[in-house]
């Protein structure tokens, strides 16, 4: 009985000790052992699964490596000397073969420590080079940048960026109105273009009618010359067709055009124009 207890209780103090000697790194994570006997924070870094420590003498430290979003918002000036809010999203992750140092020197929360100063200097640096116009115009070259600058100055501290963007841009109300202002006055010259345009246009119709009509008077004179009267009977046999073609489609009003070589006909032979009876 004795021996049974004994072995009962050597194999519950092994399985205490042994729960205590272990731990797990989750996925995204890594692990680091702190020594007290060894100088600290081991170099070495624990991949995810599971681990082994000596309690009392060691105790891990698990970190989150993953990407992560972090917002960084600064209120800056331009080139020109306007006052902008902006609002820069950042991926940044720690770089995992320098967790240790990454530790040692920034600690668990290393994103909040260096981060948010880097970004407001580079913000800072980087839109001063530029106008307040140039920021909306050449957002995407400012953005990339911004986002070489930051890498430069995160690498002195193990930190990776993924991604870099300018999710927000504000100017004071004077910009905004001056930008309004701009707008509108571009319009106004558009539509002063469009109206000198138009007057050319009508300019040259009036000439382009002018010409017609001259080539016309001219062609009809020269008709009248060639011709004589014979012109001046065809335009007026013409003018008679289309009076009577009008008043023919009135109310009361019959058009009979005239019947050559018919027995009841005109006598004199001159049944060109026809005839005209008013029916009431």
Do not use: W
């Not at 609002?87 to 073969?97: A, C, H, N």
């Not at 001063?128 to 890498?151: H, M, P, W």
């Not at 009618?209 to 335009?235: C, I, T």
Request: net charge neutral; aromatic share 6%; proline share 2%.
């Amino acid at each position: 009985m004795n021996r049974l207890y004994m072995g009962a209780s050597a194999f519950g103090l092994a399985s205490f000790a042994l729960s205590n000697c272990i731990y797990n790194v989750d996925a995204g994570h890594r692990g680091l052992i702190f020594d007290r006997f060894r100088g600290g924070i081991q170099k070495g870094v624990k991949a995810e699964g599971t681990h082994f420590f000596f309690p009392g003498m060691q105790y891990p430290i698990v970190l989150d490596v993953r990407t992560a979003p972090r917002k960084i918002n600064s209120v800056t000036g331009t080139k020109d000397l306007q006052t902008v809010n902006i609002s820069l999203r950042v991926l940044i992750r720690p770089k995992v073969d320098a967790l240790a140092s990454v530790y040692q020197e920034l600690g668990p929360n290393f994103n909040e420590v260096t981060l948010p100063s880097l970004g407001n200097e580079v913000l800072k640096a980087v839109v001063a080079q530029y106008n307040a116009e140039q920021l909306l115009t050449q957002r995407e070259e400012v953005s990339r940048q911004i986002k070489d600058a930051l890498t430069i100055r995160c690498a002195k501290y193990n930190l990776l960026l993924d991604d870099v963007a300018l999710t927000h841009l504000q100017y004071g109300t004077e910009f905004a109105k001056a930008i309004e202002d701009k707008q509108v006055a571009e319009q106004r010259a558009e539509r002063a273009k469009f109206i000198v345009a138009k007057a050319e246009q009508e300019k040259l119709a009036r000439i382009i009618r002018s010409e017609g009509e001259a080539a016309a008077a001219q062609l009809v004179s020269q008709s009248l010359a060639d011709y004589g009267a014979g012109m001046l009977k065809l335009r007026q046999i013409e003018s008679a067709q289309s009076i009577a073609e009008t008043l023919s489609a009135s109310n009361g009003v019959v058009y009979l055009p005239s019947m050559h070589g018919s027995s009841s006909g005109d006598s004199s032979g001159q049944g060109g124009n026809g005839l005209l009876l008013n029916i009431h």
